[in-house]
């Protein structure tokens, strides 16, 4: 999964960062928004935390912009969510 930070656009990243362990990470001073690629195994969940629990989960393949006001840990991959 890719995650662009401090960018407008795709061509004005100023960080990119690419998970693809399925870990939980602690990530720090995300704010803001930006776009990122949900670019895994079809179907798989990347699940993103801010203090209270998960804040909102992307289900591969998927692409847009997120805000990141406050996201606090991350965990690029896992089971599926059951609806």
């Given amino acids: ?13 100023s960080a990119m960062f690419d998970f693809y362990k399925c870990q939980h990470r602690d990530v720090h001073n995300w704010t803001g928004d930006g ?3 949900n670019h895994q195994t079809p179907g798989t969940v990347a699940k993103f935390y801010n203090k209270d629990g ?3 989960t992307s289900r591969a ?3 847009g912009r997120a805000t ?5 840990s991350l965990q690029p991959c896992g089971a599926p969510l059951i609806s």
Avoid at 1 to 13: D, E, F, S
Avoid at 68 to 72: S, T, V
């Fill in 54 to 56: 998960i804040r909102w």
């Fill in 68 to 72: 990141w006001d406050p996201i606090w």
């Fill in 1 to 13: 999964m890719k995650i662009y930070k401090g960018a407008a656009t795709l061509g004005a990243v």
């Fill in 61 to 63: 393949y998927e692409s």
């Fill in 35 to 37: 776009p990122f690629i």
